[in-house]
């Protein structure tokens, strides 16, 4: 054996036969969700069917926000120079940091951190969260995860708190966030709502997600929405305009139903 040998625990490629962390990829097809998939590939375990449909649904909720975002904006951006698709969206993604879905990594911190608090000291979840919040206050620190430019109650977060109370997997994340939000208000009196990235923070944290992989989740989601971008650029715009980043309105289709 050479000393070039390493090994890997993801897949197993032998031919004709293809096994994701033990599970044939042929069998995986059509008999478990695309989200059940991807929390296999990163954990080693293949989740109920409860989890792939909440883990859909935080892929679902942040697959595109308008064109003012910068990875969308950067995007475009590249586009219009003529880029390729591979280059443009890697623009997109490359604007994907601290202050643009960065926030999932920064809000998981402190709720674990928060957890790990208060397992060690027996204080409830809510007078934890109070010590956070005059701590924060103390350092005028942001808490990643609470306030929006534009949503007041974001649809997307109260949907994905529903959808995870109702599967029974909203755990001590969520409740700590949401004692986090409330003890802010009770303390400024100005009302923060929990953000998309917040709610996604919070059920990743429930779902024992690592953290370090935070990031990945809002750019598994948004690439979609960024290839689209992508392409009305190349296909409707001429290239190298000058891209206002708000002055824009939507011409898509009006609003609609789901069918069924
Ligand atoms: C998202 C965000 C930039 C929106 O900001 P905004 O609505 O434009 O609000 P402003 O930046 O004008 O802040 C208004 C006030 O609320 C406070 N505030 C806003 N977000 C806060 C937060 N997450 N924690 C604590 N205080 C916050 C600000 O300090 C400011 O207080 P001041 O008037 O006493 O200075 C902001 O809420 C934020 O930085 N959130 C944390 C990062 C985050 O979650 N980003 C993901 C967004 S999807």
Known sequence: MSNLHW????????????????????????NVSFGQVVYLALTGDLPSANVGKLMDAMLVCSIDHGA????????????????PLNAA??????SINEFHGGAIHGCMGILQDGLERAAASGKSIPETAAEMIDEFRAEKK???GLGHRIHTDDPRTRRLFALAEELELAGEGVSLLKA???ELMEKTGRSLPINVDGAIAALLV??????????????????????????????RMRPMRRIHPTDHEYDGPPDRQIPG
Request: glycine share 8%; no cysteine.
């Open 89 to 94: 969206i890697a623009a997109g993604i490359l």
């Open 68 to 83: 003012t975002p910068p990875s969308a904006l950067a995007a475009r951006t590249a586009a219009s120079t003529g880029a």
């Open 206 to 235: 429930d779902l024992k997600m690592p953290r370090e992989l935070a990031n990945g989740f809002f750019i598994m989601a948004r690439v979609p929405g960024l290839m689209a971008h992508i392409h009305e650029e190349k296909s």
């Open 180 to 182: 986090l939000a409330a």
């Open 7 to 30: 090994t890997t625990g993801i897949t197993n490629v032998k031919a004709n036969e293809l096994r994701l962390r033990g599970y044939r990829v042929d069998e995986l097809m059509g």
């Open 142 to 144: 942001r808490i990643p």
